[in-house]
């Protein structure tokens, strides 16, 4: 079931329709990639080596139901950001929840475990999701059935780990040092993992951006004048 995509920025990696026989781990990285930036590309190549995973789906969000419309790329434009950071062999960029037709990450997941029997999946998240995590559709199934592991960000770990979601999970919680077997766990499993935080984040990329381009702009107009 590995999946190769040699030409970068080209139509999305397209996962067997049915999947195959064989196994393999899987994290699982969603998001509105809004856009991608180095703090994803952190986290999926960190789960690779301390989860040791196989791959690493960057599953990129027709729309995310708890994020509004405003100030979001079009999906078409964060499908290519996330696939400029990926390499198309072990971090892989896709769509899938658009051709699952899934919005909500509880049913996306069990669409993925039936198209792949026998891949042994865990879902990656941030310190800001297990926070919001409460909030999601189904969240308490999505724990019984999926194992996951939890990234530090920065202002997000206290509030994280005495929130909701890891008060009601905390005895399903295991200890780093079983992060190589996660993927083999029986759900519910959780951790978090003690690693490099990175700051990047999507909003003040966007907001970088932005301030690129008022710039460009002013400089554009007073050259006219």
Same mark, same amino acid.
């Given at each position: 079931?590995?999946?190769t995509?040699? @030409?970068?920025?080209k139509?999305?990696?397209?996962l067997?329709?049915?999947?195959?026989? =064989?196994?393999?781990?899987?994290?699982l990285?969603?998001?509105?990639f809004?856009?991608?930036?180095?703090?994803?590309?952190?986290?999926?190549?960190?789960?690779?080596?301390?989860? =040791?995973?196989?791959?690493?789906?960057?599953?990129?969000?027709p729309?995310?139901?708890? @994020?509004? +419309?405003?100030?979001?790329?079009?999906?078409?434009?964060?499908?290519?950001?996330?696939?400029?950071?990926?390499?198309?062999?072990r971090?892989?960029?896709?769509?899938?929840?658009?051709h699952?037709?899934?919005?909500?990450?509880?049913d996306?997941?069990?669409?993925?475990?039936?198209?792949?029997?026998r891949?042994d999946?865990?879902?990656?998240?941030?310190?800001?999701?297990l926070?919001?995590?409460p909030? %999601?559709?189904r969240?308490m199934?999505?724990?019984? @059935?999926?194992?996951?592991?939890?990234m530090?960000?920065? +202002?997000?770990n206290?509030?994280?780990l #005495?929130?909701?979601?890891?008060?009601?999970?905390?005895?399903?919680?295991?200890?780093?040092?079983? #992060?190589?077997?996660?993927?083999?766990?029986?759900?519910?499993? %959780?951790?978090?993992?003690?690693?490099?935080?990175?700051?990047?984040?999507?909003?003040?990329?966007?907001?970088?951006?932005?301030?690129?381009?008022?710039?460009?702009?002013?400089?554009?107009?007073g050259?006219?004048?």
């Amino acid at each position: 079931m590995l999946i190769t995509n040699p @030409k970068q920025l080209k139509p999305a990696v397209r996962l067997p329709r049915f999947g195959d026989q =064989r196994r393999t781990r899987i994290g699982l990285l969603g998001g509105s990639f809004n856009p991608a930036h180095d703090g994803h590309l952190h986290i999926a190549r960190t789960a690779l080596q301390r989860l =040791r995973l196989d791959q690493v789906w960057l599953l990129v969000s027709p729309g995310n139901p708890l @994020k509004g +419309s405003q100030d979001m790329m079009s999906a078409a434009a964060r499908l290519d950001s996330a696939r400029a950071i990926a390499d198309g062999r072990r971090i892989i960029a896709t769509d899938i929840e658009r051709h699952l037709h899934t919005r909500y990450t509880a049913d996306t997941l069990d669409a993925l475990r039936r198209r792949f029997p026998r891949a042994d999946f865990i879902w990656l998240m941030g310190a800001d999701n297990l926070v919001q995590l409460p909030q %999601w559709r189904r969240w308490m199934e999505i724990a019984r @059935k999926t194992p996951f592991a939890v990234m530090p960000r920065p +202002s997000y770990n206290h509030a994280a780990l #005495a929130g909701k979601a890891a008060r009601r999970l905390r005895r399903w919680r295991s200890g780093a040092r079983h #992060a190589a077997s996660l993927a083999m766990q029986p759900a519910p499993a %959780w951790m978090f993992l003690d690693i490099r935080q990175n700051a990047s984040s999507a909003t003040r990329l966007r907001q970088k951006l932005h301030c690129a381009e008022t710039a460009a702009a002013e400089k554009a107009l007073g050259e006219s004048r």
